[in-house]
């Protein structure tokens, strides 16, 4: 028996004896959701005992140094984990912009003393990270970003305006970009820089979406003052860890809406329109996009392991993460456009019980913002045309 | 498995586009289809293919192959993809190696299988009979006669059916059609009495034939595997030939692609490259994910068949599907994006577009497999 075989049998077993039940139901409800941080609160003991089990065993970071709290994993055996924790449908235990953003970019870029100080807090879920990227002078168009940091001694002096924050109100730092050189082109007067978001001058307002949530914020810098240590990488080349970390969100997004778990589409679907005496969806124009898009589906899951080998074979692309983005994206609006289509006249209740406060239509709404967020659909087509197909241009 | 080729796969498929683009560039299917050629195919070419070990390369060593997998032969597909070369690889060194490997008797093993290696036998798969590929409905008929059977019906769309030696062909022993029992594979040889062959100009400039049965007489040990019990080895054998015709259209897809990228980057309109506007960038950059994309759903499936043929079906689904739609927008956007040049006959493009109509048809096309996909699922 391989090695591999040998640690899939022994991760087997230990996901079997130590994931309590209620922790392998497909995730419906926010709180579900174990987000970590100072304020954090366990939903239920099952996700405490969850979180603790895993995060003992270095499995809330699989893939990370065990000296960071990480598990160590190889990327063979970090895919059997996934597949064991898949097949039992077992939840991650926790979520975190810092593992899947700041995490990968601290590692690259960040000092030995940074690593030790920050990467232990993200593994053990002590504390929640937020993205300061955008502006509302520059979303697609990143790189102009205006947010000042003036050097005052050993710190700056950071005032502006970040958006679409994600739960920044409940974050506890955040990584953040912002100018360090006015005079600069504007992609090298750029730092990245960490603060606590409880220091003097943060302030947060949440942004109501159409889907009636706030996932997002407005957060507002006064004068907040950071000390220069906090930089990752080179001051004003923070552009380079702004792109390796946007990889790694846009690997994230385009996982988002992630199929293996819940009920399928198609018996989705038979709830609501019913099915013939055959057994088949007695909407036959429902069913054939519900098919295509399986096959698509299907067929994305299989590139987005694809990539995984390739990149381990030192084949992959990096741009190519855009191409996953891109995709991923579209069919998961494709999916929510689907499922409202099953749900029909349920599926518009907003906020009676039955609907769980119409956990539907604010996803499918939910789901339009995926397309924007991390890049939209049109800078990734742009990304793929200019760094992997070469084609001329701006 | 890693979804991606191994290091002895990269080195078969370099040294299959070396022979292929070389010996047969398009410029070799349009010879053969403008000078109107009797076997649609060059045999000095299957020789040399022979000689390279290409046509055995699903026949058990045993039997004087190299025993190698789906994927290999994908590898190969893929590479005649490129150029379109006409050959009987998929009709005989896939389709018709596959089903005497696994259905075969050892007497039907060793009679034919060395001669698919050696490159001496050809074979062609007798399945369609009506415009759309419909296994199940398989209506041809097999009557018990004697120690054997005759059989009565009509055959289309079998590819390489006027220069095979050996037909394999699927009949209804028993039940209706729709039913799943009741189907035998048969081999029958073509110069048997009451076979009729038609060769059908294809708009791919490929091999098909119509042919008809009128009591054709097949003795007991012309059956290919069980009687009646013929659906599984030929859903089998079926997945297989899916798997290497959805390799030739990811192929087919990239050549396409690459051209086109070639030409934007080439090609001036109102004083610019047009590949500097974003209309076309975007489009083609929809086009290149969506080529990758089914790339790695079609070594998905083949991988899955090499792991087990009887569980591979979803992955084959997807993978066929997934090709169709994939090659039938690569070479719309290829015209397109070529402008007038592209519908010229002159310009290869057109070649392209042709053959993935053809092979979108073959073994089933996106709508076909879409439908298993969702009869497997259940709704």
């Not at chain 1, 160590?72 to 996934?82: I, N, Q, W, Y």
């Not at chain 1, 969100?249 to 013939?276: C, F, H, K, N, Y």
């Not at chain 2, 009506?130 to 041809?140: I, S």
């Not at chain 2, 993978?319 to 006959?345: F, I, N, P, W």
Request: glycine share 10%; net charge neutral.
């Amino acid at each position: 028996m391989s090695d591999l075989d040998q640690f899939r049998r022994e991760t087997r077993a230990w996901l079997e004896a130590n994931c309590p039940p209620e922790m392998r139901k497909p995730v419906t409800r926010d709180e579900d959701v174990f987000w970590g941080g100072r304020n954090t609160k366990f939903a239920s003991e099952a996700q405490k005992v969850w979180f603790e089990r895993m995060r003992d065993r270095g499995w809330t970071v699989p893939d990370w140094p065990k000296q960071y709290g990480g598990g160590g994993l190889d990327p063979a055996e970090a895919k059997v984990l996934r597949e064991e924790m898949a097949k039992i449908g077992a939840r991650p235990p926790l979520s975190s912009f810092g593992i899947w953003m700041l995490g990968p970019a601290l590692l690259k870029y960040g000092t030995d003393a940074q690593k030790a100080e920050h990467l232990p807090k993200i593994t053990a879920g002590l504390i929640r990270w937020c993205q300061g990227y955008s502006e509302p002078n520059a979303g697609s168009d990143l790189a102009s970003l205006q947010t000042r940091a003036e050097s005052d001694g050993d710190d700056f002096v950071i005032t502006g305006q970040k958006i679409w924050t994600s739960y920044a109100n409940y974050a506890d730092w955040i990584f953040c970009l912002v100018r360090t050189d006015p005079a600069a082109k504007k992609h090298d007067g750029i730092s990245f820089i960490l603060f606590d978001m409880t220091s003097k001058g943060v302030s947060t307002k949440p942004i109501l979406l159409i889907s009636g949530k706030s996932p997002f914020c407005e957060t507002f810098f006064d004068g907040v003052r950071v000390p220069k240590s906090h930089v990752v990488g080179t001051i004003n080349r923070g552009w380079d860890v702004a792109k390796y970390l946007l990889q790694h969100e846009r690997a994230m997004i385009s996982g988002l809406g992630d199929r293996s778990v819940g009920r399928p589409l198609g018996q989705i679907a038979a709830d609501s329109v019913g099915t013939d005496g055959q057994g088949r969806l007695d909407d036959a124009m429902l069913r054939s996009q519900i098919a295509s898009f399986e096959v698509d589906e299907a067929a994305l899951s299989c590139a987005a392991e694809r990539a995984v080998d390739l990149a381990k074979a030192g084949q992959g692309h990096p741009a190519f993460s855009s191409a996953m983005k891109y995709y991923g994206t579209e069919l998961n609006k494709r999916r929510y456009e689907i499922l409202m289509s099953a749900g029909g006249a349920d599926a518009l209740e907003w906020e009676s019980e039955r609907s769980r406060e119409g956990i539907r239509p604010r996803a499918w709404l939910r789901t339009k913002a995926n397309s924007i967020e991390g890049g939209t659909s049109e800078v990734m087509l742009g990304i793929v045309a200019k760094r992997i197909l070469d084609l001329p241009g701006a | 498995m890693p979804l991606v080729l191994t290091e002895e796969q990269s080195m078969l498929r370099d040294s299959a586009r070396g022979l292929i683009s070389d010996k047969a560039p398009i410029a070799h299917l349009r010879q053969l289809r403008d000078g109107k050629d009797a076997d649609g195919f060059s045999r000095a070419l299957w020789k040399t293919f022979a000689e390279m070990g290409f046509a055995g390369l699903l026949v058990p060593e045993a039997f004087g192959g190299s025993g190698l997998g789906c994927v290999e032969a994908g590898v190969v597909m893929e590479e005649i993809g490129r150029t379109l070369m006409p050959s009987p690889f998929l009709s005989t060194a896939v389709v018709g190696a596959s089903a005497l490997s696994r259905g075969g008797s050892e007497e039907q093993k060793s009679a034919y299988l060395p001669k698919i290696a050696d490159g001496s036998l050809l074979t062609a798969l007798a399945i369609d009979e009506g415009a759309k590929h419909r296994p199940l409905h398989t209506a041809l008929q097999a009557v018990r006669a004697g120690n054997g059977f005759k059989l009565s019906g009509a055959k289309a769309f079998v590819v390489d059916g006027h220069v095979a030696d050996l037909l394999i062909v699927a009949a209804r022993s028993a039940g209706n059609a729709g039913d799943r029992n009741g189907l035998t594979l048969f081999l029958v040889d073509p110069k048997a009495k009451g076979v009729a062959i038609e060769r059908t100009v294809m708009v791919d400039a490929h091999n098909a034939a119509r042919i008809t049965f009128d009591n054709v007489e097949v003795n007991a040990d012309g059956v290919l595997g069980e009687v009646d019990g013929g659906a599984a080895l030929l859903e089998g054998v079926l997945n297989i030939g899916r798997g290497a015709v959805a390799s030739e259209m990811v192929g087919l897809s990239e050549e396409v692609f690459g051209r086109t990228v070639t030409y934007l980057k080439e090609r001036k309109q109102f004083g610019k490259l047009i590949g500097e506007f974003q209309a076309l960038q975007h489009r083609a950059a929809q086009l290149y994910i969506d080529i990758e994309i089914t790339r790695a759903a079609v070594l998905k499936a083949l991988q899955a068949l090499d792991n087990d043929v009887d569980k591979a079906g979803a992955a084959v689904a997807v993978a066929k599907a997934r090709a169709g739609t994939t090659a039938t927008l690569a070479v719309q956007e290829g015209v397109q994006m070529h402008g007038g040049m592209g519908m010229t006959d002159q310009f290869d493009i057109g070649f392209f577009m042709k053959r993935a109509r053809v092979a979108q048809e073959l073994f089933g096309d996106s709508n076909f497999h879409a439908e298993q996909l969702a009869e497997g699922k259940g709704y």
